[in-house]
């Protein structure tokens, strides 16, 4: 019975991390692409040229990793790149909180930006925590990974 | 077929079917986008011919930094082509973050009543930080209206017609309609820009195009 909960903690945090960024996927793809690209604007980071191009990248990549840990397909990799993806945004985020940077629950720029600077960073900062456990454990329950792994008949 | 074999073949079936999803996803998800609609605009929100070769509609918020920043962009902009852009102005105002946008957008409304709506907006944006202070809000914005020269008792009037705001729930259904939510978005003919940085390149590029030059 030891250790028994590990299985089913990696399957929640799987859950929870790949249904948020699905869903803000989503959300990001659904609206004109120029309202992120304006928010990677705001951040100051990279040239507002490429910006445009940056935010369908964005947005395809959190889409598929997020659907990617629902189905828990190769989830060692997808837990990581997701761990990447929210460690590019606590970076940006903390960067502006550093260059004072006016970004504090404006929502001038839509429904993108509703959380502080901080807030933002905190729950980053939680499904980052989540994606490291789905890292360790995430595949071993109900998933795509059990399936590709099972000897065939 | 041996193991190795079927385990690539079930994760290509495994990622084909991420994607395939993913794709699926977006295309059910993806509002439609349809042209801009134009619809009714009072006269005095407009500035610029209206043969011109360029419309540039924006959609705006008194009360937001990022809009201010907007109009100045705009406003260089008419600046630099002169009597070749047709500038429609239309009300966005974002009330579950901007607490007075819906008022100052009322307030603007009467002005242009009055014959001073580019006045009283250059004002309010130029004014924002003095306005936006809950203490007093609606005291400074009648200042404001003072020294735009503008009649108070005739704006108090205007201000509490309901066909004045009926004008703003017309622009924010407009907005609606055209997938509008974020301020400043600019609509240069078919271009869609967020924020000035977007108009002042991805906007200025459709502009020259526009005009040949």
Request: glycine share 8%.
């Amino acid at each position: 019975m030891k250790n028994h909960w590990k299985p089913w903690a990696g399957l929640a945090a799987r859950l929870v991390v790949g249904g948020i960024l699905t869903a803000t996927g989503l959300q990001k793809l659904s609206a004109p692409l120029q309202e992120f690209a304006a928010l990677l604007d705001a951040y100051q980071i990279t040239p507002p040229g490429v910006n445009h191009w940056l935010a369908g990248v964005f947005a395809g990549t959190e889409l598929i990793l997020g659907l990617s840990l629902l189905a828990g397909y190769l989830t060692p990799v997808s837990a990581g790149a997701a761990l990447g993806l929210l460690a590019t945004y606590i970076t940006a985020l903390l960067s502006t909180v550093l260059r004072h940077l006016p970004l504090t629950d404006c929502g001038c720029y839509g429904d993108w930006i509703h959380l502080t600077p901080g807030q933002s960073i905190t729950v980053d900062g939680i499904l980052a925590a989540l994606a490291v456990l789905a890292f360790r454990q995430g595949s071993r329950r109900f998933s795509l990974d059990n399936w590709i792994k099972e000897t065939p008949r | 077929m041996n193991l190795s074999g079927a385990r690539r073949g079930r994760t290509l079936m495994g990622g084909l079917a991420i994607v395939m999803t993913a794709v699926l996803l977006t295309l059910l998800a993806r509002r439609h986008p349809t042209p801009p609609k134009p619809g009714e605009v009072p006269a005095y929100r407009q500035q610029g011919p209206r043969t011109a070769r360029v419309t540039i509609v924006v959609y705006s918020d008194f009360e937001c930094p990022y809009c201010r920043l907007g109009a100045q962009a705009l406003g260089g902009l008419a600046h630099q082509y002169p009597d070749k852009l047709h500038i429609v102005f239309r009300h966005k105002p974002l009330m579950n973050v901007h607490p007075y946008a819906r008022m100052a957008a009322q307030a603007a409304e009467c002005a242009g009543v009055q014959g001073k709506f580019w006045e009283f907006h250059d004002a309010l944006f130029s004014h924002q930080d003095d306005w936006t202070r809950p203490a007093d809000a609606f005291p400074q914005m009648i200042n404001l209206a003072k020294q735009t020269g503008l009649d108070i008792p005739e704006l108090n009037d205007c201000f509490k017609n309901p066909a004045t705001s009926a004008l703003i729930e017309a622009d924010l259904n407009n907005a609606n309609a055209n997938q509008i939510n974020a301020t400043p978005t600019f609509l240069v003919d078919d271009q869609r820009c967020v924020g000035s940085n977007q108009l002042l390149t991805m906007g200025v590029a459709e502009i020259k195009k526009r005009l040949g030059s």
